[in-house]
């Protein structure tokens, strides 16, 4: 059963790359336990990994890619695993141990970068749960931002461009997101990790400190009394 786990993972994919994040809480039950858990990390040459759920069985998936990347290394013929092989493995293995009642509790985010037979590359997002559920879309999420965040991630797709969305729009998008699921989800923190993968390879930037308000009159609805005095 799950111990430590994170929660959200929210992600985008345009014509041109892939963007990820996720915040660095690593909740023990209800307790704010760790605040540095990474949650993005890069695969291979090609590709991003993000999940939420039971930290512990996030790093053992993290450690089986790495002994492929390290065996396909050893074989020194030029090959890595891409996202799509990454993806179906991720969904094998999840199938695997639901099938024997002992599943890896979590939900991942698999983004990377294909090169077709032309040489061409094109961007790839897709996500897989414990159950073996797999899908591939425009934007996903994990957790509670499966709920909340996907309806944000949506119309901030439609408005801002779509497939042609800049690299700065995409951010900002994710960035507010996640705000508003920190506002929301009593198992998060603002500090955040973003990941972006593209023809240039995967790169994850040191986690940041969002800006937050609660200094809003729907939350606070009560006027301070000097500005009721004055009225």
Do not use: W
């Amino acid at each position: 059963r799950p111990i430590v786990t994170g929660t959200s993972v929210i992600a985008i994919k345009t014509d041109a790359f892939v963007m990820m994040a996720a915040d660095t809480l690593g909740s023990y039950g209800s307790l704010a336990r760790f605040h540095d858990i990474r949650r993005v990390v890069s695969v291979g040459s090609d590709c991003l990994l993000g999940a939420g759920g039971e930290i512990s069985d996030f790093q053992k998936v993290a450690q089986h890619l790495e002994d492929l990347e390290e065996e396909n290394y050893c074989y020194d013929d030029n090959v890595s695993l891409t996202a799509p092989q990454i993806h179906s493995y991720l969904t094998r293995i999840c199938y695997n141990r639901r099938s024997k009642v002992d599943p890896f509790y979590n939900q991942f985010a698999v983004g990377g970068m294909i090169t077709d037979d032309n040489g061409a590359k094109r961007t790839y997002l897709g996500y897989t749960d414990l159950f073996g559920t797999t899908f591939t879309d425009n934007y996903v999420a994990t957790g509670f931002g499966a709920h909340l965040a996907l309806p944000l991630l949506r119309k901030g797709y439609e408005t801002l461009g779509g497939a042609q969305m800049t690299v700065e729009d995409a951010r900002k998008l994710l960035a507010d997101t996640m705000r508003v699921l920190f506002y929301r989800d009593c198992k998060t923190i603002n500090r955040i990790t973003f990941g972006t993968v593209d023809a240039r390879g995967p790169n994850v930037n040191e986690p940041i400190a969002l800006q937050t308000d609660f200094n809003l009159e729907e939350i606070n609805p009560v006027k301070p009394i000097q500005n009721a005095e004055q009225e």
